[in-house]
């Protein structure tokens, strides 16, 4: 196989992560400074400046998958990276919060509409040997964007005084041109090609760079060979198995916490103790512990397995919230605190984190593959748009005290441990053709 190539392709798509992670975060730099600007309720601030975004995800995700099959994985991901340019300019020049929650929106569609095409595209110019890795180069970058969005906020706090924040979101549309520029050097998925797109020719041409020229015909017959089932709706009995996980895992991955953490990191350190200057720094460290775990995801997760990672994941949560959330309802010292939220990222960055994009892009047949990552990226985007939108709310009626909230998410990561365990397979070493649940 021709790895080098792939390897190309599927750092090319990926980036669509890096401004996936890099766009998710960056609002946590311009939280307070908009409150502030605006003088908002923190009801109204969760769901339309906090949120908005997430909201936008949702219908990117839950209608990302018709695009993916109508008009190829490359053209919507060209639409993709204009609207993450859009959506930068926009937010940057906003004039009130409903201007600005319009822009943010128009982002979350990008992002949600990514979280289908991009893992859907890697898969489908991978193998089984080498295909986890390279979904997850996804993941890489949304931590990388993640990193970087938090380093570009503090590197921009005190650029433009009050106008700071503008700076902040601004910044996101020079990744966006890079990723515009990438997207037009890759080939259009194969497997798109001969199922949807009905050029054969064209497809062979692609397989044949894949596959140095190996065994094209034979792979054509696998792609080709549709039974019954395959041509039933997604929301058939057949793919309830496959429904089942998708939604499982989904779930469970916002039910951590990990959004909340990521979108309010500032907030938090400060509540904790932390001055804002301090608070942004320690963002930084939560962003580095978030790509170094990631990084050991990536290498393991082809030897040792999806399951093996989530087992650990889960785990490191339930141990690391636990944790949290005493060290809130006892006031203990805030480094011992910032220990166990790094704690908390490195479990999920070596667990969901490097799991969940792969997973839900492997169970599913190829006729159904981007209908399926759309149904498990919309559950993902529907509950992370929920919990954001709501724990501002929440951390209010407790007294600004997120205690009993980080132990109810440790009690849920009990949970996903007991879903591992009983109902989730392993997928690894197993072609898509063959894959069997």
Known sequence: MNNKKIFFWSISVSLSGFLFGFD???????????????????LFHGIFIMSMALWGTVIGALFGSYPCDKFGRKKTLIVI?????????????????YSFSFFRFIGGVGVGASSVASPTYISEVSNKDNRGRLVALY????????????????LLQGFGGEIDWRYMLGVEAIPSLFFLLSITKIPESPRWLILFGNNENKAREILKIMYNN??????????????????LSLFSKPFFRQLKLAFLISFFNQLSGINFVLYYAPQILESAGFGTSDSLMSSISIGFINLIFTLIGVRL???????????IGSIGYIVSLI?????FILNLNSDILLFFILLFVASHAVGQGAVIWVFISEIFPNSVRA???????????????????????????????PGLLFLFFGGMMVFQLLFVFNTMPETRKTSLEK???
């Open 24 to 42: 998710t975060v960056v609002i946590s730099g311009a939280n307070l400074p908009i409150r502030e600007l605006w003088e908002t309720s923190p």
């Open 81 to 97: 990276g204009l609207l993450f340019l859009f959506s930068a300019l926009g937010s940057a020049v906003a004039w009130d919060p």
């Open 139 to 154: 993941q890489f970058n949304i931590v990388l964007g993640i990193l970087i969005a938090y380093f570009s906020n503090y």
């Open 214 to 231: 190996a065994d094209v015909d034979k792979k054509i017959t696998q792609i080709r060979r549709v039974d019954d089932i395959h041509k």
């Open 301 to 311: 997760i082809d030897s040792f397995g999806r399951k093996f990672l989530m087992y």
């Open 323 to 327: 944790s949290i959330g005493s060290c």
């Open 371 to 401: 209908k399926g990552q759309s149904f498990g990226a919309g559950i993902h985007w529907v509950f992370a748009a929920l919990i954001t939108a709501l724990t501002p709310y929440v951390i209010e009626l407790l007294g600004n005290n």
């Open 435 to 437: 894959m069997k649940l």
